[in-house]
């Protein structure tokens, strides 16, 4: 049989196979891609989620889903307050999630006390995910506030990003520096090292985190975590995530 005739077994469980229509839920929620691709439309913005891929989503974000060729997803629902800070937010592949997903499914949990140890370890890990390890104050000034949510993503100089905003590189400096208590490159280089930390507590290699947050090589995002953290690269590559969380280093 095929995938989708199986799915009629359990009928409850059907929305694994088949997708479904728009909706939204009174609590956080998880969209898990098992296998295949899943297309989806979140506050009205088709997104296409590949396998091992999730999205977060708030309370209340209205979104669909199509399962076609055979994909399936998964969407367990979140406890209140598990939330991913804006109203959706893509994870990419984080192996910790595919890990504990993957337990679940095979370990079949049917009772409330049963899936309770299950959505407590997968929050426990979205927690991880949510939490930047530098906090960062954002910039407030449009002109900053647009080149800061450009800037992490791409290797413009802080130039160019000016002058795409018809302004100076001495303007825009000026702006962080004033309300963010840090230089502009400084708080460029910290936002990707958390999205490479929050990589690192999913489950990830230190090649894929380093790729995930625009470095070209591991060895560079060790070199820039060295140096922001105080803990030395012998350290951090070692172990990460354990080097991190024992705070040997002092953030400078």
């Known amino acids: 049989m095929t995938p989708t005739a199986l799915s009629a077994v359990v009928p409850e469980n059907s929305i694994r196979f088949l997708g479904h229509g728009t909706h939204t839920h009174d609590e956080p929620h998880l969209v898990h891609v098992v296998t295949g691709t899943a297309e989806l439309v979140v506050d009205g913005a088709p997104l296409t989620l590949r396998t091992h891929e999730s999205l977060w989503l708030a309370p209340g974000v209205p979104h669909s889903m199509r399962l076609p060729d055979g994909a399936m997803a998964l969407g367990p629902i979140l406890s209140p307050g598990v939330e991913p800070g804006q109203r959706a937010r893509r994870l990419g592949v984080v192996p910790a999630i595919t890990s504990l997903l993957t337990a679940a499914l095979c370990a079949g949990p049917t009772s409330p006390e049963q899936v309770a140890p299950f959505r407590a370890a997968l929050e426990d890990v979205l927690r991880g995910l949510g939490t930047d390890y530098f906090a960062l104050t954002p910039p407030q000034h449009p002109v900053a506030r647009a080149v800061a949510a450009e800037a992490p993503g791409t290797e413009a100089t802080l130039d160019e990003l000016a002058a795409r905003r018809r302004t100076s590189t001495r303007h825009v400096q000026r ?13 460029r280089t910290r936002s990707r090292l958390n999205v490479a930390i929050a990589r690192l507590r999913g489950g990830s290699q230190l090649d894929a985190a380093a790729h995930a947050a625009g470095y070209a090589t591991r060895a560079g995002l060790l070199r820039a975590l060295s140096r922001e953290t105080g803990i030395g690269v012998a350290e951090l590559s ?15």
């Open 238 to 252: 070692h172990d990460p995530v354990a080097a991190l969380a024992a705070g040997t280093g002092v953030p400078v």
């Open 175 to 187: 702006l962080f520096v004033e309300e963010t208590g840090l230089a502009f490159g400084r708080w």
